[in-house]
């Protein structure tokens, strides 16, 4: 099946820093990812929408200028978090689609854990 | 209100056992139905898809009641294995919408 990658997997910063996440699709193109954030025993939050070459569309109650998203190929999204504070910690997980492939066929990546001291 | 709600549980049950998750949702003109198994600090793997008519994969029993806006998993003979958090997924206005999950312990 599809794999999608995320890069780190888990990482530790100071309050004030930025960190930067990637997703890569490993052997299709995706034209579409989808990043999301989960808190301790909550549901994944989708944050938002990045389709190659475009900018993102962001859910909601996510502070675009806060978490830049980077789309520039068909198989690597880019989540930086800037100015990271510890209520930012969270687990963070990108999904991608198929070129063509339908919404519910979206390809998990292992996530990102991340926490701010 | 949640647009996917799901006791969070924990079930705690004995190997063998027959157990049954149920969700509910909001927007009645969602489409699309699933559920999801997510592993401790792991990503959701999708377990299997939702039709009205029920479908059935080995142990695992999926009901869609879309009058009700209720779904449902039945997992029967339960395995060591099992014990995870099951998420509700739901496609609504063109996105996954997940639920909090609820958590399955199986015992020896």
């Known amino acids: 099946g599809a794999v999608v990658s995320q890069h780190p997997s888990w990482v530790i910063c100071k309050s004030g820093t930025s960190v930067k996440i990637e997703c890569r699709s490993l052997d299709f193109q995706a034209t579409t990812m989808f990043w999301y954030r989960q808190f301790p025993k909550q549901s994944l939050m989708l944050m938002a929408t990045s389709n190659e070459g475009s900018k993102a569309t962001y859910e909601q109650g996510v502070e675009k200028d806060k978490f830049l998203i980077n789309h520039a190929s068909l198989t690597l999204s880019t989540l930086t978090v800037t100015s990271a504070h510890p209520e930012d910690s969270s687990f963070y997980i990108c999904s991608a689609n198929q070129a063509g492939g339908p919404l519910a066929e979206q390809f998990f990546g292992p996530g990102t854990r991340l926490t701010v001291l | 209100r949640k647009e996917v709600e799901q006791d969070p549980g924990p079930f705690n049950v004995p190997e063998g056992a027959t157990v049954a998750f149920n969700c509910t949702y909001s927007?009645?003109?969602?489409?699309?139905f699933f559920w999801y198994r997510q592993d401790c600090r792991k990503e959701p793997k999708l377990l299997m898809s939702v039709y009205s008519s029920g479908n059935e994969d080995g142990r695992f029993t999926a009901q869609l009641n879309r009058a009700s806006q209720y779904i449902s998993l039945l997992i029967r003979d339960s395995k060591l294995s099992d014990s995870a958090t099951y998420l509700c997924?739901?496609?609504?206005?063109?996105?996954?919408?997940f639920g909090t999950g609820t958590r399955l312990l199986v015992s020896p």
């Open positions: 927007n009645s003109a969602s489409q699309s």
């Open positions: 997924v739901v496609i609504s206005f063109q996105k996954l919408v």
